[in-house]
């Protein structure tokens, strides 16, 4: 499939010019070479289009059967697996990711999809309630009340810079909104363009494969501001889906918020996912953890937004066993590749940032770069102690990338204490033996107010996609922390309640006529019927 340059604005290309000004390129991370061809930023002007083609197919997509929403997700994960190796070949070349890691998030990318095509076909997202009239009923009679979910309406959603397939194009927010029923106009993200179209176009053919309005998807591109802030202010936007900075997800917040119809935006945003080793834990395996927490921290060169960024523990030897270990095997893992220029620039400067706070040791480094590489991220490990922490806000930062901090607590009350000052987060990993069972027990009311998802004896980079993932969690970590961007759960992010009081059968929605036609489960005077 060739790759144009070009928006899809339904079921068109946008034709607009992708010469001088109005273009750029993605960039090879590895080499810095720029990479053919030119894609043009989306004017104005068709991201508006795209907006209204959304808005004209909404109540037809909507209300399409769960049997045809469900077609089109398969068919979407059909389409792109058909892209074969021109998927794979340009996103390794646009971000230096390993072929299996990129063969990886296809893989994770299309079971979204067909995870989403079961939920649908289910039904059991629509919350059907049915509370029968009672018209004997003393002293008032009661109404006939049916309550479905349905649909917000058309859907905003941005890429994510570190997942070019799970958390871009057709990713969960886009796979999650068009389950619900909304359209979506995905604003792709300018480090992966090529992917990006290749993706939008499997998307693009998978609509006109189903016979569905064409607006139901569009994608446009931009390497600055302006395509987006256009496309969240567009009154016909219902809801945001965003992956990325704390910056980023703070600004469309904002602008949403300021228009004349505020409308919500589910952004996940930052997290430093704490880990808590606990003594006994520490005592029987603080060399093993080390090992496997270094292999974390520098998994995808520490681009995750679930990367162990902060290690919290009670001092002693067994924690200085650890740091050695981590140490020692974070020298042996040479630097990889950062996915752009910009990731890399802030990687380094929050790098030296750390490096000059005071009360702040290095224990640690990765290995330099086996290869020529422009923007080669190298781990980094530091240490400090439970006070400078507490007295040094800028230490519970993130610092996207393979870094970490160490924090020696004197006791378990000071460790807990820490755990208590520190914002939201994404996740919290706990590494315990059974004997720390009972500190493992009085930790958990804080570690449930402050994470989305709690883990055992693990780190926090692995990220299920299943019916009990939460990927989420209190603010900053996302914009929400009802919510999850990750999951059968994530399709309620895009859905809301409509209650029908005393409606002939004949105008109900098939899903809570009499008799139930569609056969899916319902409540019925708060019990299953």
Do not use: W
């Amino acid at each position: 499939m060739q790759i144009s340059g070009s928006a899809l604005i339904g079921q068109r290309s946008s034709q607009r010019s992708v010469a001088g000004e109005s273009a750029f390129h993605a960039i090879d991370p590895v080499s810095g070479a720029q990479l053919e061809p030119a894609f043009a930023r989306t004017s104005a002007q068709d991201v508006a289009l795209a907006c209204e083609l959304a808005a004209q197919a909404f109540d037809r997509y909507r209300e399409t059967s769960l049997e045809q929403r469900a077609a089109l997700l398969e068919r979407i994960a059909a389409c792109i697996v058909e892209l074969g190796d021109a998927l794979i070949e340009r996103c390794v070349a646009e971000t230096g990711l390993p072929r299996a890691r990129v063969e990886g998030e296809r893989g994770r990318t299309v079971g979204q999809l067909k995870l989403f095509a079961e939920v649908v076909r289910a039904g059991d997202f629509l919350g059907l309630r049915i509370d029968p009239a009672q018209p004997e009923r003393k002293p008032a009679p009661r109404v006939d009340l049916r309550m479905r979910q349905i649909a917000l309406g058309p859907v905003a959603v941005f890429g994510a810079s570190n997942f070019p397939l799970a958390f871009s194009v057709a990713g969960g927010d886009t796979a999650a909104a068009l389950a619900a029923g909304c359209p979506v106009v995905v604003k792709a993200h300018p480090a992966h363009p090529g992917t990006s179209e290749l993706v939008g176009r499997a998307i693009q053919q998978a609509v006109r494969d189903c016979a569905l309005p064409e607006g139901v998807f569009s994608l446009v591109f931009d390497d600055g501001i302006d395509a987006g802030v256009a496309l969240v202010a567009h009154p016909h936007i219902k809801a945001v889906g965003f992956t990325g900075s704390r910056a980023g997800g703070l600004a469309l917040m904002q602008l949403a918020a300021r228009r004349p119809e505020p409308i919500p935006v589910y952004a996940e945003m930052s997290s430093i996912n704490p880990v808590l080793l606990l003594p006994h834990a520490l005592a029987k395996r603080a060399e093993a953890i080390g090992q496997a927490f270094a292999a974390s921290l520098t998994l995808g060169t520490g681009q995750f937004c679930t990367n162990p960024g902060l290690i919290l523990a009670i001092d002693g030897p067994d924690l200085q066993r650890f740091i050695d270990a981590a140490a020692a095997a974070l020298e042996t893992l040479p630097a990889t590749p950062m996915l752009t220029a910009g990731i890399h620039g802030a990687y380094e400067r929050g790098v030296e940032r750390m490096q000059g706070q005071p009360g702040v040791e290095q224990a640690g480094a990765g290995a330099a770069s086996r290869d020529a590489c422009a923007h080669a991220g190298r781990s980094a490990l530091f240490v400090t102690d439970a006070q400078v922490f507490a007295q040094q806000p800028a230490l519970h930062d993130e610092i996207f990338g393979p870094a970490s901090l160490v924090v020696r607590c004197p006791d378990a009350g000071t460790l807990q204490g820490i755990v208590e000052q520190l914002e939201g987060q994404l996740t919290i990993a706990l590494h315990i033996d059974d004997a720390d069972c009972d500190l493992a027990r009085a930790l958990l009311p804080t570690l449930e107010r402050r994470a989305g998802r709690v883990l055992v004896n693990g780190f926090g980079t692995g990220v299920e996609v299943g019916h009990a993932m939460v990927h989420g969690g209190p603010f900053p970590a996302t914009s929400d922390g009802r919510s999850t961007s990750v999951g059968s759960l994530a399709i309620a992010r895009f859905l809301r309640p409509v209650s029908y009081q005393d409606m002939p059968d004949a105008l109900l929605p098939a899903a809570l006529r009499d008799g139930n036609p569609l056969d899916l489960r319902r409540s019925v005077n708060g019990a299953p019927g």
